[in-house]
């Protein structure tokens, strides 16, 4: 069971590698001019803050948290 | 609560009308020194979820619950002599929770109604950014405090801009200190002991320190694509369980949940945001997670806004969760005494969700309802299902302020 699952894992972090080669290897220098798509709101790397509440829900009803700009301890939880 | 709702509202109207138009914007080219208001912002949500797998009754039982939120930030900035960017963000937070599992910690003191309790959330931060460099640094204190819970937490960050302005690092650290109270389920509290009040001399604290430190790198990739990695580290220490989740071994016996006061966490992440066409941007996020406890995750969230025009979108979502359990999970009655550790918290166990929904924002030219202060409303709904039952729902309201 745990090495299907250790399996799968590398599996993903493989794919990710791969779709990021390929993202870095077609990397263009963006001139500020030029920004004005990767400037809109909605293109946001970071969590949105209507998603706030969501993440801090999803944090205590599952095992798994960080990495996605939330909180990663503090507050209880607990019910 | 409705005094202390009112109360935030007035402190932050108050903040508002204080910097309302005394200071001139950016938007002209001129870079005020005073303390100038930018913006703010209101989210509010509606949550509730049921299930019966409770972990105060062991892994069975209901797990019904409401809880009501509210964050409301304000962000003011200033400029310095050396051209460099302040930016001050005052956030306060307020959560009201009705949850009939709490019921069951002691159901003889309470006759019916679900149990309910309040959490305030206040916190700071400061950053400077010096544009000409493309650097950032930052600090922030947070702060919660509920009945059995007070947290403070502090923060620290760095971020370096390349040379082409294309890419950012950015390294964070955190640390929280909690302090919980030590409130045992009634039939497991000692005899004569307190334990039954509202007061806070009733309990005995327990500690939990969580340390956290984060690196990631975003990067332009070409004009409509931009990606972002992150890797987190996230150590805690202490009393990691909670005192009132109840554990029934398979010799019918009764104990409080025991687990490792250790636990290394390790999640690392992608985001990537894509513009289709016009009209279409594509936001997808993976996280893979892995802790000491034996709990691997992994996270695929995708949102589609739909820009049906400049000023309105229309945003589906969808995010898909799969966890395998911790090693000392097991459910009701299958513990055995020969256990070191043990939970029937099925927040622990081995499950996939699904959390689906749709949302839409509005940005009028002329203001929302043609009030020009309100430059942004967005709402969206959400549904959660775990395949071990749970179900919940969130219904979340944002605006923003300028």
Redesign the interface.
Same mark, same amino acid.
């Given at each position: 069971m745990k090495k299907n699952h250790q399996r799968s894992t590398a599996r993903m972090i493989a794919l990710a590698l791969f779709f990021s080669a390929i993202a870095f290897a077609s990397c263009t220098t963006v001139k500020e001019y030029q920004k004005n798509k990767l400037n809109d709101s909605e293109m946001t790397l970071s969590a949105r803050k209507i998603e706030k509440t969501e993440m801090s829900f999803q944090s205590y009803r599952e095992g798994a948290s960080g990495a996605n700009g939330g909180k990663t301890g503090g507050g209880c939880g607990c019910n | 609560m409705k005094r202390i709702c009112l109360s935030v509202a007035g402190i932050v109207l108050t903040f508002f009308a204080s910097f309302a138009q005394t200071n001139p914007k950016d938007s002209a080219g001129y870079k005020s020194r005073k303390l100038s208001f930018e913006e703010a912002?209101l989210?509010t949500?509606y !949550?509730k979820?049921d299930g019966n797998n409770s972990a105060?009754t062991g892994g069975i039982g209901t797990?019904k619950?409401t809880?009501i939120?509210t964050?409301i930030?304000v962000k003011f900035t200033r400029w310095d002599k050396k051209e460099r960017k302040h930016t001050y963000d005052i956030e306060i937070g307020f959560d009201h !929770?009705t949850?009939a599992?709490?019921d069951n910690v002691d159901p003889h003191t309470v006759s019916g109604a679900s149990r309910a309790d309040s959490?305030l959330?206040p916190s700071l931060s400061w950053s400077v950014e010096n544009q000409k460099k493309g650097s950032t640094i930052g600090v922030g204190v947070?702060l919660?405090s509920?009945f059995?819970?007070q947290?403070?937490?502090v923060n620290a960050m760095f971020a370096q801009k390349t040379k082409?302005?294309?890419g950012e690092f950015t390294a964070k650290a955190?640390v929280?200190l909690?302090k919980?109270k030590y409130i045992l389920p009634i039939e497991l509290r000692p005899t004569g002991s307190g334990g039954g009040g509202d007061d806070e001399d009733d309990y005995e604290n327990r500690s939990?320190k969580?340390y956290?430190g984060?690196l990631s790198y975003?990067?332009? *990739?070409?004009?409509?694509?931009?990606?972002?990695?992150?890797?987190?580290m *996230?150590k805690?220490q202490g009393f990691l369980g909670?005192p009132?989740h109840r554990v029934y071994l398979n010799n019918n016996a009764v104990v409080v949940e025991n687990l490792p006061d250790t636990r290394t966490?390790i999640?690392?992440?992608?985001?990537?945001?894509y513009?289709l066409g016009d009209k279409i941007?594509v936001?997808g996020? !993976?996280?893979?997670?892995?802790?000491n406890w034996g709990?691997?995750?992994?996270?695929i969230n995708l949102e589609t806004?739909i820009?049906i025009n400049p000023y309105f979108?229309v945003?589906p979502f969808y995010r898909y969760?799969s966890?395998?359990a911790?090693d000392y999970f097991a459910p009701y009655k299958m513990h055995t005494t020969a256990d070191q550790y043990f939970t029937s918290n099925y927040?622990?166990s081995k499950f996939n969700?699904n959390?689906y929904g749709a949302?839409f924002k509005i940005t009028p030219l002329k203001g929302v309802l043609g009030i020009q202060r309100i430059s942004m409303l967005?709402m969206?709904y959400?549904h959660?299902s775990?395949t071990n039952g749970?179900n919940?729902d969130?219904i979340?309201l944002?605006m923003k302020f300028k």
């Open positions: - | 912002n989210v949500s !949550y979820q105060v797990q619950l809880d939120s964050v930030d !929770y949850s599992s709490s959490r959330f947070a919660s509920e059995d819970y947290s403070i937490g082409n302005r294309n955190q929280f909690d919980l939990r969580s956290s984060s975003s990067h332009i *990739i070409n004009k409509r694509l931009q990606v972002m990695f992150i890797a987190e *996230i805690q909670l009132f966490k999640p690392l992440g992608i985001r990537a945001s513009f941007i936001r996020f !993976y996280r893979y997670y892995h802790d709990l691997n995750a992994h996270t806004p820009k979108s945003i969760y966890q395998t911790v927040d622990l969700s959390f949302g967005e969206r959400g959660y775990r749970l919940s969130i979340t944002s």
